[in-house]
């Protein structure tokens, strides 16, 4: 079975701090993903990754980065949290999809709770 | 870019009864439409998908239709359970090259005994 780990499932942190966010996959998927869930909003793309070192912007990547050093970890950094950061945020693992004309499933971690006081 | 919009928001109804949550895509080019269930405490799993060239799929309780002229998609579960209570979100993928997703804003189930 495809397992996505997410580093912490509750978080707090304060205002200004720096925020790591880590996401492990042990399938050797290419793709992998971050979204962060609210609610009455869905599940929103930030940021994903293709593959080592590369990286795209989602749909709402402000105040957010990446870092994807070795396939199987995605991390996502939030350089000066904010109280409107607090959030749900999952991590989704997947095949390449779309370049060779399939589209796959997308394995996604337990979640982390983050508050930002 | 796509927008995904999903109604209801939230559903309830008695074991036993069907249950529909429909959603409209805009971006014509968007060829694989899944769906996912969210339970409690879990990250969201795809439940069932489907492509632009099928007009219906069905796994056992669950199916799922597509109109490609109106660009809307709909989920159906037959004899609903308790352990069908779940978010559920819709989502669409269009041809860009990459395998994201837009996704809906969910729909929370409730079946009730």
């Known amino acids: 079975d495809v397992k996505v780990t997410q580093s912490s499932r509750y978080l707090v942190k304060r205002t200004g701090e720096k925020v790591f966010l880590e996401c492990v996959q042990d399938?050797?998927?290419?793709?992998m993903f971050w979204y962060r869930q609210d609610p009455g909003l869905g599940l929103r793309l930030i940021y994903f990754?293709?593959?080592?070192?590369?990286?795209e912007k989602g749909d709402i990547p402000e105040g957010y980065s990446v870092s994807r050093e070795k396939k199987e970890r995605f991390s996502l950094i939030l350089e000066s949290a904010s109280t409107n950061q607090t959030s749900m945020y999952l991590c989704?693992?997947?095949?390449?999809?779309?370049?060779?004309?399939?589209?796959?499933?997308?394995?996604f971690g337990p979640g982390t709770r983050l508050t930002v006081l | 870019g796509e927008n995904v919009e999903q109604h209801p928001s939230t559903l309830s109804v008695q074991e036993g009864d069907s249950a529909v949550i429909k959603c409209t895509y805009s971006?014509?080019?968007?060829?694989?439409f899944p769906w996912y269930k969210q339970e409690l405490g879990k990250g969201p799993q795809l439940i069932i998908d489907?492509?632009?060239?099928?007009g219906e799929k069905k796994d056992q309780r669950i199916a799922v239709t597509l109109n490609k002229t109106a660009k809307h998609f709909s989920l159906h579960i037959t004899e609903t359970q308790p352990e069908d209570s779940a978010v559920y979100f819709c989502?669409?993928?269009?041809?860009?090259?990459?395998?994201?997703?837009?996704f809906g804003k969910g729909t929370m189930l409730l079946v009730s005994p």
């Open positions: 989704a693992s997947s095949e390449p999809g779309a370049q060779r004309g399939l589209y796959n499933e997308q394995f």
């Open positions: 989502a669409a993928s269009p041809n860009s090259g990459y395998s994201t997703l837009t």
């Open positions: 990754s293709y593959d080592v070192k590369m990286k």
């Open positions: 971006d014509s080019a968007s060829n694989y």
């Open positions: 489907i492509r632009s060239n099928v």
């Open positions: 399938m050797d998927h290419e793709n």
